[in-house]
């Protein structure tokens, strides 16, 4: 699904010709499986019929896949998405410097009523006047009067007492009193099950979603906290659905996409998932999911992939965090090296690396003599910090 494409300078049917025509391929091969897996010709393809879930107290019924637009450059590809019948976009203040924003405020002229759009502060937005500026900044470059679900960005285990800070409480209530926002909600990457409980133990249940990175590697205790968090009616929305979207060659020309997609959906605890559609290839393979359902084939094939990425893909549970006696910020150094390789996303990478301190970034690591830092997956932090040096600082 991550694949580094863009289209730009041409018009709205060479566009979109391109885009279905570009990727039509039969996945064959791969120890007999050919005949059971097969994608449709651009010719024959059909978008499927919208499928719905309500996001918990929000009431919205959105659609199973939705689209997250954080790594769309054009607006023509959420355009289709749109008029094909998802009606939730998933951005952020941060994303592209502001201007992916920008993007998703094209691809809603003459359909906001139909759509329901997130975004989210900064996470060093703390401050009431700081918050009530992203929002103002962001109402701005969607060019519309309010934002559905508005959301704290990049919650961790450590830091999850912000969802009781008072001054975030203030801006948020002033800002749905003043009709700007509706909804409130939260993101988090690492730690994710100390933050969903967090919320559910919170007696005002101040927040109405949260957003999780959830895929068939996630652990036993972040399954665990998302069905409490949907049971008490916190709307859950999965992202990082393709567990890296790792180009590992061992599944020949099959996909893992579809398979991974229809994982998380089979969760009925996950409203929707939003995964990241740069391009109307990625568009049509993920919305063609909604009404299938997740069979043996999908097992198979998330077991070849899983074996393959299982020596360098993170879990980003930060439990190596507390084993490094300089608290080097492991696990966002490791979702950065997943940004680089895994989505081909090198910008998005390096943006997101110069954001962590750099008494704890992998160059804090050249001082120690040997790693004592242990991943409780297996993984080698020292060869992963090496590398993130060598990539990205």
């Known amino acids: ?6 289209y730009s300078g041409i018009n709205r049917r060479d566009f979109l010709k391109a885009g279905l025509a570009g990727t039509t391929s039969a996945l064959i091969g791969w120890e007999g499986l050919a005949n059971a897996v097969e994608y449709a010709s651009a010719e024959s393809f059909a978008f499927p019929v919208p499928v719905y879930r309500t996001l918990g107290r929000t009431g919205l019924k959105i659609t ?13 590809v959420i355009k289709v998405a749109l008029d094909h019948g998802v009606n939730y976009v998933d951005t952020a203040r941060r994303y592209m410097g502001g201007k992916n924003e920008e993007i998703v405020a094209k691809a809603l002229k003459g359909k906001r009523d139909k759509v329901y759009v997130a975004t989210k502060t900064k996470p060093d937005s703390h401050s009431k006047e700081a918050m009530m ?3 103002e900044t962001s109402l701005r470059a969607l060019e519309t009067d309010y934002i559905d679900v508005i959301q704290l960005h990049n919650l961790t285990g450590d830091n999850k007492d912000r969802i009781f800070n008072p ?10 009193e003043q009709g700007k926002v509706r909804f409130f909600g939260v993101t988090t990457h690492k730690g994710q099950a100390e933050v969903l409980n967090a919320l559910v133990d919170d007696r005002d249940r101040f927040f109405d979603t949260a957003l999780v990175g959830y895929n068939f590697k996630s652990s036993t205790a972040e399954k665990e906290a998302i069905a409490r968090a949907a049971q008490a009616n916190i709307g859950i929305i999965a992202m990082k659905t393709q567990a890296g979207g790792y180009d590992t060659g061992a599944l020949g020309p099959i996909s893992p996409h579809q398979a991974a997609l229809k994982w998380a959906l089979q969760n009925t605890h996950i409203t929707a998932a939003i995964p990241g559609m740069r391009d109307m290839a ?3 393979e993920d919305i063609a999911v909604m009404g299938m359902k997740f069979g043996y084939l999908d097992k198979l094939i998330l077991k070849r992939y899983g074996a393959a990425v299982k020596h360098y893909y993170c879990h980003l ?43 704890i970034s992998a160059s804090a690591c050249l001082d120690c003599p040997g790693c004592v830092a242990r991943c409780v997956n297996g993984l080698d932090i020292a060869k992963k910090m090496d590398r993130a040096r060598r990539l990205l600082a």
């Open 167 to 176: 001054e975030t409480r203030e801006a948020f209530i002033k800002l749905k």
């Open 317 to 359: 549970c930060g439990e190596c965090e507390s084993t490094c006696p300089k608290g080097v910020a492991i696990s966002t150094i490791n979702r950065c090296l997943m940004y680089k390789e895994g989505y081909k996303e090198s910008g998005l990478a390096r943006s997101t690396y110069v954001e962590i301190p750099a008494s």
């Open 133 to 135: 500026r992203d929002v």
């Open 64 to 76: 199973i896949v939705s689209f997250g637009a954080m790594l769309t450059p054009e607006a023509e």
């Open 282 to 284: 990625e568009l049509r």
């Open 1 to 6: 699904m991550y694949r580094e494409k863009g």
